[in-house]
């Protein structure tokens, strides 16, 4: 699907947090019992964080949020609506977002919340429905929030995925403004790719209580990386392609925030594209894959730049699990 369209919101604030604890490439390969060098060469992440207690989902969230709450120079009473496009659950009832307005307190009260759950796109798809809440005139202020613990669900039988993951948040405040022809969306679902990356347990397919022991990573993450690099290499670009033809955009004038799914993935990608360096933001070597997280938590350093100005035409692209992929263009 592709959908040229108006913008009619601001980006007015972002933020992002990031765990205090930081895992090195090494500690990764102990955790792996792989040589020392192993994730430093083969998947490229050199450091991530990881929550650990007494951090939560939640404290990252709120950590993520109050940033960009102060950066739009607003407060919490001032959101009419709070959006959680998190991967990662606190559990499974009532939806996260529900719980960050709890932990909120009083400052929320009433504020509606809800979840948008579609993995490592959760906060593009977010965007996009938050874009057409605001056409309908009713809201002023949204607040999109993904907060991520991927380290706790790795598999570490499985290195090649385990040893790209880290834990973070980012969020972002969206203000209604004066519509403008800035903005476009493609989004595309491919379900016969839908195994590559899974997590089996957990839900009505298989309940948490039948776990076991002996099927431990059933209920873990499964991701086939090479699969997954071939699917999205054969049809990322195309769609990307279609969309900046309809546009009529010239890739020259943008800057691209992709999802940080792999430093090797991303980059193949970049030039796939033909897209600069200059104006691709990749650094996922630091922070590893944060899922939804990764591309606001980008976003915000993005904006916080000494040389940032606004506007800026940006492209922001990524894949999830499904295998979906999405590419928003706008003015942040």
Known sequence: MQRLGQQHFRLSGTGSYLPQAIVLAEEMDRRLNKPQGYVASTGGVLTRHECRPPETLT????????????????????????????????QPIPCNAALLSQALG?????????????????FIVAMQVANGLFAT??????????????????????????????????????????????????HETHAEHSAICEVRGGSHNLPPFEYDPSKEWLYRFHMDGPELFRV???????????????????????????????PRGVEAI?????????????????????????????????CRRPEYTHPTLTMLLGTSAGYSQAAMILEV
């Not at 109050?66 to 959006?83: F, G, H, K, M, V």
């Open 59 to 90: 404290s990252m969230a709120i950590a993520a949020a109050r940033r960009a709450i102060e950066a739009a120079n607003l407060q919490w009473s001032d959101l009419d609506l709070i959006i959680d496009a998190s991967t990662c659950r606190h």
């Open 106 to 122: 009083t400052d929320v009260k009433g504020v509606p919340a809800f979840d948008i759950q579609s993995t490592c796109l959760g």
């Open 232 to 262: 999205a290499r054969k049809l990322l670009p195309p769609m990307v392609e279609r969309l900046l033809e309809e546009t009529q955009v010239d890739r020259n004038s943008l800057q691209v925030i992709p999802h940080q799914a792999s």
């Open 137 to 186: 005139g009713n809201y002023e202020h949204i607040l999109v929030v993904c907060s991520e613990s991927l380290l706790a669900g790795v598999n570490y039988s499985e290195p090649e995925s385990s040893a790209l993951m880290g834990d973070g948040a980012g969020a972002v405040v969206l203000s209604r403004s004066k519509s403008r022809n800035t903005f476009a969306y493609s």
């Open 270 to 302: 970049r030039r796939s594209l033909d897209v600069g360096t200059d104006a691709f933001h990749n650094r996922t070597h630091e922070i590893g894959n944060l899922a939804a997280a990764s591309i606001p938590v980008m976003l915000d350093w993005f």
